[in-house]
């Protein structure tokens, strides 16, 4: 099994061949400045259970720590170190204020009630209270957390700080709330929106027509949904469809909004009534135009890069592919608009739901949107123009813009 932080320090070394950068700044970014493991007990059925939660405060060079929490079984520190680190580096290459955390809960939220959650989430609040706050760390939602999350995060934070009402200094510690709570409009929709719009960029500077292209997308979530729902409005085609229950293909394409109407009814994509359903392996072997993973990190392996065929890989998750099957789709051809930048779009409006909270102000829809779509399109330009420079991939590229804007910062202090 590919240890999950060894595909960040590999990305991060084969940058620094490309472009070089201070040996201090690598060794420090090297490892997370924090790394807090929180065990607490809560008492369900009269029964106490003892659950675990981690913070991974990466770096915070640039304004406070920022990411996401996620609540799965699977949280190891491992994963949340990496994601922490990435989160740095997405941070950095949107030009925006925060340094990289993240955090998670190891839980399997099925088995517990909507009331169980909610303790279990007042009492990993009331353990995280020291390490976060609106200068210090800022979380938000990831797998299988959502605005929800952070509105009783939120709520809990403000009991205990001792708060008779909501103050805009309480709303700024979480973000991804609900809109009732402070939260902000275009946030729920922003990282699948950042990802289709990063597609639209990458196909207007190959001449690349998207209507009718087939595209397949594996984890049909807050991101890969929203991110389905853009794409449709190119023309684009949903020819098969993942999230952990099942696979289904369907050559005709997929209606986007039924698929989400029957998530929403029944929870998972086993069941829906089109398609036929088929193996991870066969899902990744489909012909297809673009691939999208939004679901986890580790997906793509060098067993399933082999199959691969496709025009452009997008990575909405974080971390989906490993280092082998990157170099496996490099001899292809196969380019990949890499995680830092194609999921970048989540952080981007939480840092406009922080800015609205901490200066006590409403943004309009239309505002925000139209700052979003601006902000992602020159980002993609920004990370284009570096690969064009240094002859690299975007993946490459992303590094090289966010290594050598910490490394200004850091000897500027030293
Ligand atoms: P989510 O919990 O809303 O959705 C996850 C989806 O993946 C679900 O459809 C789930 O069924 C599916 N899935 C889980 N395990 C799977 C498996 N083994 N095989 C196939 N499908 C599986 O989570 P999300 O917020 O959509 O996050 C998805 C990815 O995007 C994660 O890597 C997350 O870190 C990344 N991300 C999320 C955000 C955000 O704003 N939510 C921002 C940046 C990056």
């Not at 986007?256 to 998530?263: K, M, S, T, Y």
Request: charged share 25%.
């Amino acid at each position: 099994m590919t240890n999950i932080i060894s595909i960040v320090h590999k990305q991060l070394k084969r940058a620094s061949t490309k472009a070089s950068f201070n040996d201090n700044l690598l060794n420090i970014l090297s490892k997370p400045m924090n790394e807090i493991k929180v065990n607490f007990p809560v008492k369900i059925n009269n029964e106490v259970k003892i659950f675990s939660g981690y913070r991974i405060q990466h770096n915070n060079f640039l304004g406070p720590f920022k990411g996401g929490l996620r609540f799965s079984n699977h949280v190891s520190s491992n994963e949340v170190s990496a994601l922490a680190q990435w989160m740095t580096y997405k941070c950095t290459l949107l030009d925006i204020p925060f340094g990289g955390a993240k955090g998670g809960l190891k839980i399997e939220t099925e088995d517990y009630t909507k009331e169980e959650l909610e303790m279990i989430t007042r009492k990993f609040t009331q353990s995280l209270f020291p390490y976060i706050g609106s200068n210090k760390d800022i979380p938000a939602p990831d797998v299988n957390t959502n605005s929800q999350t952070m509105d009783w995060m939120t709520d809990e934070y403000n009991i205990i700080s001792g708060n008779h009402h909501l103050t805009c200094n309480m709303k700024s510690i979480f973000t991804g709330k609900s809109m009732n709570n402070g939260g902000s409009h275009v946030r729920e929709e922003s990282t699948g929106r950042g990802v289709a719009l990063m597609i639209k960029e990458w196909a207007k500077k190959n001449n690349y027509n998207l209507q009718g292209k087939k595209y397949i997308v594996q984890g049909f979530g807050k991101v890969g949904y929203r991110a389905c729902e853009v794409l449709s409005t190119y023309g684009m085609n949903l020819v098969a469809v993942a999230d952990h229950t099942c696979y289904l293909y369907l050559k005709e394409g997929f209606n986007v909004f039924n698929l989400r109407d029957h998530i929403n009814e029944n929870k998972v994509l086993k069941g829906y009534e089109h398609g036929e359903e088929i193996s991870k392996e066969e899902f990744f072997k489909i012909n297809c135009n673009v691939i999208i993973p939004s679901a986890l990190e580790l997906q793509i392996d060098e067993n399933i890069a082999k199959d691969i065929n496709c025009d452009l890989i997008v990575e909405a998750a974080n971390g989906p592919i490993d280092n082998e099957a990157e170099l496996i789709l490099e001899d292809k051809n196969i380019p990949i608009i890499p995680d830092i930048l194609a999921n970048s779009g989540g952080v981007l409006v939480s840092y406009y739901e922080w800015l609205q909270n901490k200066r006590d102000e409403y943004w309009e829809e239309s505002y925000i949107r139209d700052r979003f779509d601006k902000k992602m399109e020159d980002t993609f330009e920004k990370i284009y123009k570096i690969s064009i420079k240094y002859d690299c991939t975007l993946r490459d590229a992303s590094y090289i813009y966010s290594l050598g804007r910490l490394e200004s910062n850091y000897l500027s202090r030293n």
